[in-house]
């Protein structure tokens, strides 16, 4: 069965080079053609995942594997904690509250009882400063839309909204709200926030951009809410807003699209009106670095950056005289350490003595250390480490607004499905805070950190894991495994050790599994994330390979019995991958990718991202994509790698055109036998880039997973 795609014979002249496009009629999903031919591939897929085995073992032991739940961090507004659980089998997390630490927990928002289809996910969401009222945000379909609400959380009642243009909006609650315009007298709760413009406002196309920091009080219309920041920036500026603790203090930030740079600005809401009109003081603008600040409760301005420290440094200084010139560092760059949170435990117990926490990750393993919050001095010897439950990853420091002796933080590693634990500032106890509601059986396996050189020479880490009866003496497989490479690579996303359901399963399953830390990411520091963008985008691929060859030379697998995995910009990845090096790899799993790199910033959020990728309309970028370009790199004749695509309707993100795209031309380009080596795609319907249903997460995991071991000779029943 196959169904071959209308070629048309459209070039294009682009700065002076012919760049051919046949399956441009693919990009318009509307076009009954575009419908004809996904429904075809459908059928494609259908047919011949029922020849892949284990598919309803595979099912059964990722939803075990999966059955442990989630408990998440806990969130302290005065007495009433605020946190995510999911039970065994739930679909979604719900969002809980209690109302103090011994209280029953009560649901407050639950994507399922709102959607019972399952395709409402919860967004984000934050408490006001008194923890009486909730903002929160939903989407339905996989839009990422996030529709923005608020609630009584004492009785969970609608008190304002919805307010739509919400995606990527920070809430920024006023302590003690504002004064009601109508009545002077009595305060109405307020908050800062984000958002677009109305469509009749921008250009035609650009309906995802314009962002604007506006003032909001509850009940008001939000039409009419007054603008405090975001005029005559870049029409692809991301905003950032917060609020120090006292409320006096408004910080803002600006980044053009992902950019790993940003712009920052302070105002003191102390003087009248200032809150509708404050003015604006320079953090630090127009320079090539990161900045995230905050006022801490010591009243110092705390500047978290990679300015002149790509592995990253906090400094301090006073608000009223916040730019750099002034700043002094607490915590300097380290050698070796990259610096990515931090906290401060200053309650009453602490008075004479706070402290100051910060995470580091030292080649993408967690770290926390401790510091004397007035020098940044680091406690000598075991008091100036806190020693974690194994080698693994830690989410953010949480700590109670109001100040405390107590940290909460997540950790999880390639067995441990996360748990949330507390620090005890006062005495160095660390103890389980939560742990997740369900119980699961993990497999006997190991993970090994390794190096191996790039093309260049660069040293380049992977994690790979394996069962461990068949490791060696020398801790690697007594033959090769048939093996996943997975990988991402852009940025500045750090691939972190966790706990993998998928990888679990396959690693049970007697396979290997590896996922390399390329540039890229930032696992390094931002220099490392700066060697794989733009102009050197190349390295990623390179170091992909390397790894690939790494694992092959090793005997932890061969070329036969290969398959890479990746999704999003780890899908350009493996995009990349197959299309330079196509008789490295056996098989591909490509998910939600961008292809068509000559075009990619016509749709979705494509032009957010030329900042890490280049600009086609810039002569010399262009050169650079068209070089690596997926779709543009497809050769006639040659052997591909089985490959699977899986794309989602409700992607806002990535159109799923690229994957069409590039699953047309090779199915045409191919010289493999399609019953050995078949190119599919798998689409999906009323689902988006991001958070999506644990059923739906546990069949696109089986279907990807049975069709990846089928090709490599894993048995999975």
Known sequence: MSFPALRLDLVEELHGQPVADPYRWLEDASDERTEQWSQQQ??????????????????SRLRE????????????RGERVFSMRREPGQEHSVLYVQDGPDAERRALVDPVAIDASGTTTLDAWQPDREGTLLAYQLSEGGTEESVLRIIDVATGELVDGPIDRARYSPISWIPGGLPDEENPESRVPAFY???????????????????????????????KDVQVFGEGHDARTYFGVGLSRDGRWLIVSASVGTAPRNDAWIADLNAPGAHVSPEFTPIATGLDAQFGAHVGRDGRLYVFTDLDAPRGRLAVTDPSTPGPEHWRDLIPQHDEAVLQDY?????????????????????AVSEISVHDLDSGSRYPGASGTVTLPGVGSVGGLVSRPEG????????TDHVTPPHVYRLDGLTGRLELFAAPPGTVEVPEVVTRQIEYPSADGTVVRMFVTCRADLLDDQGVPSSPRPTILYGYGGFGVPMTPGYSATILAWAEAGGVYAVASLRGGSEEGEDWHRAGMLGHKQNVFDDFHAAAEHLIDNQWTSASQLAISGGSNGGLLVGAALTQRPELYRAVVCSAPLL?????????????????YGSAD???????LLAYSPYHQVREGVDYPATLFTVFDGDTRVDPLHARKLCAALQHATSADPGERPILIRREKNVGHGARALSRSIALSTDTMTFLAHQTGLTLT
Not at 198 to 210: D, I, R, S, T
Not at 404 to 411: A, D, K, P, T, V
Not at 596 to 612: P, Q, S
Not at 618 to 624: A, L, T, V
Request: charged share 25%.
């Open 343 to 363: 906290t401060v435990l200053d309650g009453e117990q602490l008075i004479d003595n706070p402290l100051l926490l910060a995470k580091w990750t030292r080649h």
């Open 42 to 59: 459908d059928e494609l897929f259908g047919a011949a995942a029922q020849d892949w085995p284990g598919r309803e073992r595979v099912g």
């Open 404 to 411: 405390g002796h107590e940290c909460w933080f997540s950790y």
């Open 596 to 612: 068509d790199m000559v075009r990619y910033e016509k749709f979705g959020l494509g032009a957010t991202w030329n900042v890490e």
């Open 618 to 624: 810039d002569p010399e970028q262009f050169g650079w």
């Open 65 to 76: 594997l999966l059955g442990a739940g989630v408990a998440g961090v806990p969130i302290w």
């Open 193 to 223: 926030y984000v958002r677009r413009l109305p469509k009749e406002q921008v250009p035609a196309g650009e309906e995802q951009y314009h962002r604007r920091i506006w003032l909001h009080r509850l009940g008001s219309d939000p039409e």
